[in-house]
């Protein structure tokens, strides 16, 4: 029944992606039809042709979807006499399916940097500005460089934001950048030498721009701080692309951007509020272990004041009451070594789903530094927050919205429900042939990395190319030193340095080579086969356990048996992994005592397999939860940034255009902030007390003490509610 029930939603997907995909192909074959006259334009025709389509597009005459074919006929001429490349027509499928709004899964290798021109050129027809976002800086030049190639053959401009420089393509190439013997493709890693540096505003401007998540997000919040339009860089947010959209959109946005500033408090309370908390009794507080949360009752409430010797706390010292609660949080709810571990000084989280620890990383709110006293290490300031906002938020501002990644289905659900984007699978442009092997597990860990160094020393001596991924930084160095032991040379990559990154992955394809890289390690980086390569099988992917997600398996799984070349991929697994030990329940230890298994000989469990499959897909869940909880919360603050930066642009738009009504503005609040203050002072008599009118006045102005009897004459004199109100607000 059970699987029946599967297999049907499972069919029902296929046929809505299906149609999906069948209501694209009358579009490609308009496209096709043009391919004949358009591709024999030559090059000073394509701006030509390109202004002819602006002009249409932006008087209105025609809408996108009107010159769609014409545009990408264009863009697919173009490319093939900038860059040799003609986009086949699965990439023409893509090409639409992002021009709609949506994601395109399309694998590893489908040449998707070189499907986003053809949306990209379509919608900066407008005029508008499109943002390409890529994973990194490296990436942004790169096919900035690259893809600029076509676009400005087309007669458009092309600007690249990275983190500290921004830049136009420059077809002069007057810039020195690296030499192209350095580098085996430089068609494809960019040189750098067309990238001419520029304000960012002047990137901005271009017709289309390049950049990371992180620098279109900062540029937007900096953006808003400015004292002065003009310093603005962005130009609205009309639509975006978003390369490798799950890692950006899913692995990223765990983690809002925030602009802080250190922050002015002094540190010393913290050890203050630490003891205070030792000396509450038990009735004083209230603990809550799964929400995590800690409460004063009403007797901690007065025995906190007793100690401090305030009086009031809820009312006059909120900022005390929400510190003390942090070190009672502190000191019941985070155990040492568990939740965090001491080391050099310092408070170090530790991942609560790998165990991991995770440096740098720091609780908010002075939960940190609560933790910081109660251990009596040195407490790091509090920084204090100027501006943020999550990715979610921050794309969710794009008119329009697309993306694209190999592996976007199992996240299918959260594209769905966060940022209203469909997942359509396009089809490979050749068949695949490569060869998924099933899962080997074993009882270790240690009998686990012999098998892998054996099976990778197998194929090293056939020559056949290996890339091994792994899931940490630790494993990688582990599983190096075990090759070592074997004799088998090798790199070790992860991600430290992005550009030598891409070097070393393009080259894992090479015969004999052997790579050992984080998982995450050189996305967006295609691996090529070197001469003889396919001979020998092609690439083989070795998985050395599984990741939280079964989506960063399938990324690894998808760097080999790119465009229907030969290929194979094995994942091994052992009782004692991280996610097996966490996540695996009832069955790990069921397998353990069912079979007496010895170190080196795998097995081959369905009871496992299911089980790794419903571990990932719980913790899939659970970091799902984590982020809608996270956008929940920025949603509040969504609110607010609209309407504060709505209103901070208006008054500095006021500022320039009309300053007088600005002011005139300015003094009408303060003449109703006065009115209402001084109303307050009324009696019912129509009596004001011009003392506490004086003190209120104090709060807001604060005056010298001759000043302020002469103020107070003056009150006195004007004497009626109406007239102090005048008075005080000229
Ligand atoms: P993806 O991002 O989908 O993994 P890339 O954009 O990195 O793939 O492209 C993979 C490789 O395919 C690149 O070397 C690129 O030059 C090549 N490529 C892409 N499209 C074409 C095409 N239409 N014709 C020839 N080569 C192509
Ligand atoms: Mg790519």
Do not use: C
């Not at 599967?6 to 579009?27: E, G, M, T, W």
């Not at 890529?134 to 190639?149: F, I, S």
């Not at 709810?333 to 965090?340: I, P, Q, T």
């Not at 982020?627 to 609209?642: H, I």
């Amino acid at each position: 029944m059970y699987t029946i029930h599967v297999l049907k939603i499972f069919s029902k997907l296929l046929d809505s992606n299906d149609r999906a995909v069948n209501d694209i192909r009358p579009i490609v074959d308009d496209v096709n039809a043009l391919e004949a006259k358009l591709s024999k334009l030559t090059k000073s025709e394509f701006p030509k042709q390109t202004a002819t389509l602006q002009a249409q597009v932006q008087d209105g005459t025609k809408s996108l979807d009107d010159v769609l074919p014409t545009a990408f006929a264009l863009v697919r001429a173009a490319a093939q006499q900038a860059i040799k490349q003609r986009p086949f027509d699965v990439q023409l499928i893509g090409g639409v399916v992002l021009h709609q709004g949506k994601i395109a899964e399309m694998r590893t290798g489908e040449g998707k940097t070189l499907v986003a021109t053809l949306p990209t050129y379509l919608n900066a027809l407008g005029g508008k500005g499109v943002h390409v976002v890529t994973v990194n800086d490296y990436l942004a030049r790169r096919d900035g460089e690259w893809m600029g190639q076509i676009y400005h053959y087309l007669g458009l401009s092309i600007g690249v934001i990275n983190h500290e420089k921004s830049y136009l393509f420059d077809p002069a190439g007057t810039n020195p950048g690296i030499l192209e013997e350095d580098i085996e493709h430089p068609e494809e890693f960019g040189t750098g030498r067309f990238l001419k540096e520029v304000t960012r505003k002047e990137a901005y401007a271009a017709d289309i721009t390049y950049g990371t998540n992180n620098e279109f997000g900062f540029d937007y919040l900096r953006d808003n701080m400015v004292l002065d339009l003009a310093q603005k860089v962005q130009r609205g947010h009309h639509y975006a692309i978003v390369d490798e959209v799950d890692s950006i959109l899913i692995d990223e946005a765990r983690t809002p951007l925030i602009i802080s500033a250190p922050g002015q408090e002094p540190t010393d309370k913290y050890y203050q509020f630490s003891k205070v908390v030792d000396l509450l009794e038990s009735k004083d507080f209230q603990i809550d272990e799964k929400l995590k949360t800690a409460n004063l009752t009403e007797s901690g409430i007065g025995h906190v004041e007793k100690i401090l010797g305030i009086d009031n706390l809820y009312e006059k010292d909120f900022k005390t009451l929400h510190h003390i609660e942090e070190a009672l949080k502190a000191k019941t709810l985070f155990k040492k070594d568990v939740d965090y571990v001491v080391r050099d000084n310092e408070v170090i989280i530790v991942d609560e789903f790998t165990g991991r620890l995770m440096p740098g990383r720091r609780y908010s709110e002075g939960l940190h530094q609560a933790i910081e006293a109660k251990e009596g290490v040195t407490i790091q300031q509090e920084s204090q927050t100027m501006a943020t906002i999550s990715f979610q938020n921050y794309f969710r501002m794009y008119e329009k919205l697309a993306g694209m990644t190999g592996t976007a289905s199992t996240e299918a659900e959260e594209f769905h429900k966060i940022y209203s984007l469909e997942v359509v699978l396009v089809p490979t442009n050749q068949p695949m042939i490569r060869m998924d092997q099933a899962d080997l597990v074993y009882k270790s860990l240690a009998g686990k990395f012999e098998a892998i160094a054996r099976d990778i020393a197998a194929a090293h001596k056939k020559g056949q190319p290996v890339l091994v991924g792994t899931t940490s930084i630790e494993k990688n160095e582990y599983l190096g030193g075990i090759l070592k032991k074997h004799g088998v040379p090798h790199e070790i990559l992860n991600a430290k340095n992005n550009e030598k990154e891409a070097h070393i992955i393009a080259r894992a394809g090479a015969v004999g080579a052997v790579t050992v890289a984080t998982n995450l390690a050189g996305r967006g980086v295609d691996i090529k086969l070197g001469p003889g390569a396919k001979d020998l099988g092609g690439l083989y992917v070795l998985g050395s356990e599984r990741h939280e997600a079964r989506r960063i398996d399938n990324q690894l799984r998808g760097r080999s048996g790119l465009q229907g070349d030969p290929g194979a991929t094995r994942f091994y697994l052992s009782l004692e992994d991280d996610i097996m030990r966490l996540f695996g329940g009832d069955a790990v230890s069921r397998v353990m005592s069912t079979f007496k298994l010895p170190e080196d000989v795998p097995i081959e469990s369905g009871l496992v397999s299911k089980a790794i499959e419903s571990a990932q897909t719980r913790v899939e869940g659970h970091n799902f939860d984590i982020r809608k909880q996270l956008v929940e919360y920025d949603d509040v603050m969504n609110k607010q940034r609209q309407i504060i930066y709505g209103r901070r642009d208006k008054i500095l738009a006021d500022v320039q255009t009309d300053p007088e009504a600005l002011k005139k503005n300015i003094l009408s609040k303060i003449k109703d902030e006065v009115a209402s203050f001084v109303g307050i002072q009324t009696s019912e008599h129509g009596e004001v007390n011009f003392e506490e009118v004086l003190s209120e006045v104090q709060t807001i102005v604060p005056f010298d003490e001759k000043s302020q009897k002469n103020l107070l004459e003056q009150i006195k004199a004007a004497g009626s509610p109406e007239k102090i109100t005048e008075l005080l607000s000229s």
